[in-house]
């Protein structure tokens, strides 16, 4: 079954971290570009951060230097490190994986949802 399981999500303030994680099944994530996206009440979902088969990697720039997308193929997660938290920054969290090479240009609806998301909360 291909699945995946987003977690680490929670509620914090203004300028704190979290750690989210992906543990995706039934598909190998090397094999893929490797994404998470997000998705505030009200509006479209929108690309965080990619990661594609070599490890390269890009951002959004509303979270440059903030956040940091990385994985560990050994274990088949991937996983988003988010210092210096902002109250725009809450929305539902999804990894997504994609059958090509890693592009920002390519819309969100490209790419394949397996999980159910993780919620992050920031308060100022």
């Known amino acids: 079954q291909v699945q995946a399981v987003e977690s680490g999500g929670g509620s914090v303030q203004a300028g704190g971290s979290l750690r989210l994680s992906c543990a995706a099944s039934g598909y190998t994530i090397s094999n893929y570009c490797m994404g998470w996206f997000r998705q505030a009440p009200g509006k479209q979902r929108e690309g965080v951060a990619l990661?594609?088969?070599?490890?390269?990697?890009s951002y959004a720039d509303s979270v440059k230097g903030r956040f940091t997308i990385s994985k560990d193929n050994a274990i088949n997660t991937l996983y988003l490190q988010m210092n210096s938290l902002k109250p725009e920054d809450t929305a539902m969290y999804y990894c997504?994986?994609?059958?090509?090479?890693?592009?920002?240009?390519?819309?969100?609806?490209?790419?394949?949802?397996r999980g159910q998301g993780t919620q992050v909360t920031v308060s100022s």
């Open positions: 990661i594609d088969r070599d490890g390269s990697s």
């Open positions: 997504a994986n994609y059958g090509g090479r890693c592009s920002p240009q390519i819309a969100y609806y490209w790419y394949n949802f």
